[in-house]
């Protein structure tokens, strides 16, 4: 089974809906991101929580919330979705431990704004 | 100016050729390195830490230069299994931020 896992994996909606992306890892890792990739434009950071009363603005919050229900779950929000937030999004985990601070990537949620 | 820079490619070599990708970053507290590896429509693994040193994993080796804020990776005898997507990536600066900044990727094709 797969340590960090996304639902859904495709989601097509409509401007103006709410919508929900789910994370789950099976790591005990404390650390959980969220993350968009454009094309051209690279992985950019959207939120991350070090600890469930932990959450932090990454470089592009705006139109996003986050909650971290648990230490095993991290979910994102889009409150009213619109068609710019059309992108893959990937949650990721890292262990405090790990001083490397490798991160390791869910499969991704393939998010279409219509 | 982006803070980690990658020239996106596409890549086209020969099997059996060698590659190398550059990257270039902003931030000078920046301590940690890495690349990542992305396949096709795949989530982004990490291929291998870069230490100051530099250091090698089998077919590839990879080096930093802090001093010119410069990474490197080379691949020797590629492989067609080596086609993908490469990240460059850095931690955002010194000390356990845990904030990592991706460079755009580099695509590499490599053909049997």
Redo the contacts between chains.
């Keep these: 089974d797969a340590d960090v896992t996304q639902t859904p994996r495709n989601r097509i909606t409509k401007t103006g809906k709410r919508i929900m992306l789910e994370c789950s890892q099976t790591k005990g890792h404390d650390?959980m991101?969220w993350?968009r990739q454009d094309p051209?434009?690279?992985?950019?950071?959207i939120y991350?929580s070090?600890d469930v009363k932990d959450i932090n603005k990454?470089e592009i919050s705006d139109g996003y919330s986050v909650s971290r229900q648990a230490q095993a779950k991290f979910s994102l929000s889009l409150e009213s979705a619109i068609p710019n937030q059309t992108a893959l999004y990937?949650c990721a985990t890292?262990d405090?431990a790990d001083?490397?601070?490798?991160?390791y990537?869910?499969?991704?949620t393939r998010l279409l704004v219509l | 100016r982006k803070e980690?820079e990658q020239d996106?490619g596409p890549f086209n070599v020969p099997e059996g050729a060698t590659v190398a990708f550059n990257c270039t970053y902003s931030n000078s507290a920046s301590q940690?390195f890495?690349w990542y590896r992305q396949d096709c429509?795949?989530?982004?693994?990490?291929l291998m830490?870069v230490y100051s040193s530099g250091n090698e994993d089998g077919r590839f080796t990879a080096q930093v230069d802090k001093s010119s804020k410069y990474i490197s990776l080379f691949i020797r005898d590629s492989q067609p299994s080596d086609s993908a997507t490469y990240?460059c990536v850095v931690?955002e600066g010194s000390g356990?931020t845990?904030?990592?900044i991706?460079?755009?990727?580099t695509t590499l094709q490599v053909k049997p």
Excluded at chain 2, 41 to 46: A, D, F, G, S
């Design positions: 650390r991101y993350y051209g434009l690279g992985l950019r950071l991350y070090f990454g990937f890292s405090l001083n490397q601070e490798t991160q990537f869910g499969p991704g | 980690v996106p940690s890495f429509r795949k989530e982004p693994k990490l830490s990240l931690n356990n845990g904030k990592l991706f460079g755009q990727g």
